[in-house]
C-alpha cells in the first residue's frame, strides 16, 4: 500500500479541483463518524434521578457532580449519560471523593433507550451461564480520596466481590449511587460521591478521515451517509482480541490473544465468525489499510481445520460450534481477501485446506442428485448463520456452494492449479444445474427454501439471493424469483428472510418478519446484477433509513423484528431484545453494495491485477465519486448523469492493474468517446461493443481516462 497517499491525494485534487481553497475539506469528511480521539466523552445528560447536584459538570467539566442518598428508603440518586452515538471501550470514571461509610456506585449501560433498565441491556456475564462475575451492572466501591478508575474484568475484593465486566459497547451509561447486599462491606446503599469526570476510552478502530484509504460519495446524501454509517459500525468490530473481553462460552484461543479481528459485535458476541466477514471483510477492505484484521481470523480458523476438511466457523465452544454453511464462507472470504489484498502467501499456504474442505468434506454430505444435503454424514444437528432446523436439500447451501467452488476455481487459476480449477468449475456446473432441476417451484417461480415439505412450503431470501449470485439462475428465473419476494417479504423495514413461517416447534420465530442486513445484502447484491437496481435502492432505503432513523442511529444492527413468538407488535424493533447487537458488522453491507455497484468497482483478479468498472444507474443518483483502495494505489472513480443525457466519468488507475470499463448506454444509441476519441459505435475505434444496455472496453490501464457517453 506503499503509493496510496500518493495517489490518494493526486486524485483528491483532481476530484475537488473546484473547491475554494486548499485548506478546504474533502466534502465526505463531514460523513465520518468515529469520535475525535480515543478518549470520549458524553454529549449530554439524559435523565437524572434523586439528589444529584451540578450533573452537567460531567459534561463541561465546571465543578464536581454530587450523588447524596441519606437513607435507604431514598430515591436512588442517578445520571443517566447519553455520548451521542454507539460506541466501544472502557469506561473511566475520576471519583474527588466519598463519605466514609463507603457508597457504592453501580453502572448500567445500554445501546438504546428501549433496553435501558435497572440492568445493563447486555454484559458479559450474561453469557457466563450458571456463575455469572456480575448480575448485569457494574460495581465500584470508590476511596474516599480522589481515584481515576477504569473498568476491567475482576473484582476489587476476594474475587467475588464487587465486580465488572470490563469493556462495553454501549450509547446510554447510567450511575447510580447504589449497591449489592452481596457486596457488602465493601459498598454501602447511602452516603456522597463526587466525580469530576465520566469517558471512554475506545479501543476499537479510530476510524478519522486520516485513516480512510477509501471512500464514496454521491449525490444522495443519505446514501453517502449509510456508507459512512456502515464503516462506522465495521471500525467498532475492529479490535484487538482479549481474553477479557471476547465471548465466555470457551471462546478464548492462545492464537488468536492480542491479534487484531474483525468481532462479530462491538458489545457482543465479540467473537470472529466467517460468515460475518463475508460482508465486514468488504467492507473494511473498501475503507481501512487494515486486511489483516480479516486474515487474522479466517488463517487461524484453516489452522483448526478438522481432519475430515470441516473448518469451525469460529473460537467459540473450543471451535467445535456445527455450523453447515460456514466452511463455504470461509472459501469465499479467503477469495475475498486474496482478491483485496493480493496476499499470495496466504494464498499458497491455506490452498491446502481449501482442497480438502471441498474434496473431502463436503463430498460427504452431497446426494445422488449431486447437491448438499443436509442430514447426511451426522449433519442434522449442524446450525447455520441463523441456527435454522432445515434439511434435505436446501436452496441456500447450495447456492453458497456453487458460488464457493467458482471462487475456489479463481483461487486455484491465480496459482495455476489448472486441474482443480477446472474441476471445481465443473462442479459449480453440475451444482447450478440440480438446483434448477431439483429447487425451482415454478408456481410460485421462486426457489424453494429446501426439498423438504413436510413443515409447510418456504421460499428464502438466503436461497433465491444466493441461487443468483452464484450464477445458477437464468436472468428470467433470477428477476422472477426477486419480483415474487418483493411482494411477499415486504416489510417497512427491508425484506423478511422467509416468505412463510416455520412450525413453532422448529425455534425460529416470527420468520415472515425478521429481517436479517447480513443476507439482505446479498438479496440487494442479486437485484444490480439482475437490473433491478431500483429495487436494491428500495431494500436498502427501508433497512437503513429504518436501522438510522430509531435509537440508537447510526449502527447497524444484528437483526430487526419481533423477539417473541406470536408477538403482534413491536415489529421492527430489536430482533432478540436488549441481547441484539446494535452495531454487528455483517449488517454493513451497504458499504460493498455502494462502492461494487453505484461507483462501481470490483476485483476480478488477486490482489486487483484486474478489475472491472460498471456503474449500474438509480434515478436518485446523480453523480457519483469516491476510491476503492489497491494494493497499487487507490482505484479513483468520478461519475456525472447530466440532465441532457450525457454520461461523464474520470478513472484514475494505479500503475499495475488492468481493468473492464462498462459505460451506460441504453439501447446503443449514444456516442462513446475515451479520452476525446470516438470508440463507439462500431467503426469510429476499437476494443468497446454492446452488452445488455452497456458499451464496454477492455484493456484500460494506468494513468487518468475519460470517458463521455453523448446524448
Avoid at 188 to 202: C, E, M, Q, T, W
Avoid at 346 to 364: E, F, G, I, R
Avoid at 455 to 478: C, E, K, Y
Avoid at 493 to 507: H, I, K, R, T, V
Amino acid at each position: 500500500m506503499g503509493l496510496l497517499p500518493v495517489v490518494l491525494v493526486a486524485f483528491s485534487s483532481f476530484i475537488y479541483i473546484a473547491q475554494a481553497a486548499a485548506t478546504t475539506s474533502p466534502s465526505w469528511h463531514k460523513y465520518v463518524r468515529a469520535p475525535k480521539s480515543q478518549i470520549v466523552y458524553p454529549a449530554k445528560v439524559f435523565n437524572v434521578t434523586g439528589d444529584v447536584t451540578n450533573a452537567d459538570a460531567l459534561l463541561n467539566h465546571k465543578g464536581k457532580t454530587a450523588f447524596t442518598r441519606k437513607a435507604t428508603s431514598d430515591t436512588v440518586p442517578s445520571v443517566t449519560l447519553d455520548f451521542g452515538q454507539n460506541i466501544v471501550g472502557y469506561p473511566q470514571i475520576s471519583f474527588s471523593g466519598t463519605s466514609a461509610n463507603h457508597p457504592g456506585i453501580r453502572l448500567v449501560f445500554s445501546e438504546s433507550t428501549q433496553y435501558l433498565t435497572n440492568v445493563s441491556d447486555f454484559s458479559r456475564s450474561d453469557n457466563e451461564g450458571s456463575t455469572p462475575l456480575t448480575p448485569g451492572t457494574d460495581q465500584i466501591a470508590p476511596p474516599t480520596t480522589s481515584w481515576k478508575w477504569q473498568d476491567s474484568y475482576g473484582c476489587q475484593y476476594n474475587g467475588t466481590q464487587v465486580c465488572a465486566d470490563g469493556l462495553h459497547g454501549f450509547r446510554y451509561m447510567r450511575i447510580e449511587l447504589d449497591a449489592s447486599d452481596a457486596d457488602a462491606p465493601y459498598t454501602s446503599k447511602n452516603g456522597s460521591v463526587s466525580i469530576s469526570s465520566v469517558s471512554l476510552n475506545f479501543t476499537a478502530l479510530l476510524g478519522t478521515p486520516a485513516t480512510y484509504t477509501g471512500w464514496f460519495e454521491c449525490s444522495d446524501e443519505t446514501l453517502t451517509q449509510y456508507w459512512f454509517d456502515g464503516t462506522y459500525t465495521t471500525e467498532m468490530v475492529t479490535d484487538h482480541f482479549r481474553q477479557t473481553d471476547c465471548d465466555p462460552r470457551n471462546a478464548w484461543s492462545p492464537t488468536l490473544e492480542g491479534k487484531l479481528v474483525l468481532h462479530d459485535g462491538a458489545k457482543r458476541d465479540r467473537d470472529p465468525y466467517v460468515g460475518d466477514i463475508a460482508v465486514s471483510g468488504r467492507t473494511s477492505y473498501l475503507s481501512h489499510n487494515v486486511p489483516e484484521a480479516a486474515k487474522n481470523v479466517i488463517a487461524d480458523l484453516a489452522d483448526h481445520q478438522r481432519a475430515d476438511g470441516w473448518i469451525p466457523p469460529a473460537s467459540i465452544n473450543n471451535y467445535t460450534l456445527p455450523l453447515f454453511d460456514y466452511p463455504l464462507w470461509w472459501v469465499v472470504t479467503s477469495w475475498d481477501y486474496i482478491l483485496y489484498t493480493g496476499d499470495m502467501d496466504y494464498a499458497n499456504t491455506y490452498y491446502p485446506h481449501l482442497l480438502s474442505v471441498l474434496d473431502k468434506w463436503y463430498p460427504t454430505v452431497t446426494d445422488s442428485n449431486g447437491l448438499l444435503s443436509k442430514g447426511l454424514n451426522n449433519t442434522s444437528g449442524y446450525g447455520d448463520y441463523f441456527f435454522s432446523p432445515r434439511n434435505a436439500e436446501v436452496t441456500y447451501y447450495n447456492g453458497l456452494y456453487a458460488l464457493a467452488l467458482k471462487a475456489a476455481s479463481s483461487y486455484a487459476s491465480s496459482l495455476k492449479h489448472t486441474a482443480d480449477a477446472s474441476r471445481w468449475s465443473g462442479r459449480a456446473t453440475t451444482v447450478s444445474n440440480a438446483i434448477n432441476a431439483h429447487l425451482w417451484d415454478s408456481k410460485t417461480g421462486a426457489y424453494y427454501d429446501t426439498s423438504n415439505l413436510t413443515t409447510g412450503v418456504r421460499h428464502s431470501q438466503d436461497g433465491n439471493s444466493l441461487a443468483i449470485l452464484s450464477g445458477a439462475a437464468p436472468l428470467p428465473r433470477a428477476q422472477s424469483a426477486l419480483n415474487y419476494l418483493s411482494k411477499a417479504t415486504h416489510q417497512p423495514y427491508g425484506n423478511a428472510f422467509f416468505d412463510a413461517e416455520f412450525p413453532l416447534s422448529d425455534g425460529v420465530y416470527n420468520a415472515t418478519r425478521r429481517v436479517y442486513a447480513f443476507i439482505s445484502y446479498f438479496d440487494i447484491s442479486a437485484r444490480f446484477e439482475s437490473g433491478l437496481a431500483e429495487s436494491a435502492h428500495d431494500i436498502i432505503n427501508r433497512m437503513y433509513g429504518w436501522m438510522a432513523a430509531n435509537d440508537p442511529g447510526i449502527t447497524m444492527w444484528e437483526g430487526i423484528g419481533p423477539p417473541d413468538p406470536g408477538d403482534g407488535g413491536g415489529s421492527g424493533t430489536k430482533y432478540e431484545a436488549g441481547y441484539t447487537s446494535l452495531a454487528h458488522g455483517w449488517s454493513t453491507g451497504v458499504v460493498s453494495a455502494l462502492s461494487n455497484y453505484v461507483l462501481g468497482v470490483i476485483p476480478t483478479g488477486a490482489g486487483f491485477e484486474t478489475w472491472s468498472l460498471k456503474p449500474y444507474m438509480l434515478e436518485s443518483v446523480s453523480w457519483a465519486r469516491g476510491v476503492v483502495p489497491t494494493p497499487k494505489g487507490g482505484l479513483g472513480v468520478s461519475w456525472d448523469k447530466g440532465s441532457n443525457g450525457k454520461f461523464e466519468m474520470r478513472v484514475e488507475v494505479p500503475k499495475g492493474t488492468t481493468g473492464t470499463v462498462s459505460v451506460p448506454n441504453e439501447g446503443g444509441k449514444g456516442k462513446v468517446y475515451v479520452n476525446g476519441k470516438a470508440i463507439f459505435p462500431p467503426g469510429k475505434g476499437k476494443g468497446a461493443k454492446y452488452e445488455d444496455g452497456y458499451v464496454v472496453m477492455t484493456g484500460i490501464g494506468a494513468g487518468t481516462h475519460s470517458f463521455t457517453v453523448s446524448a
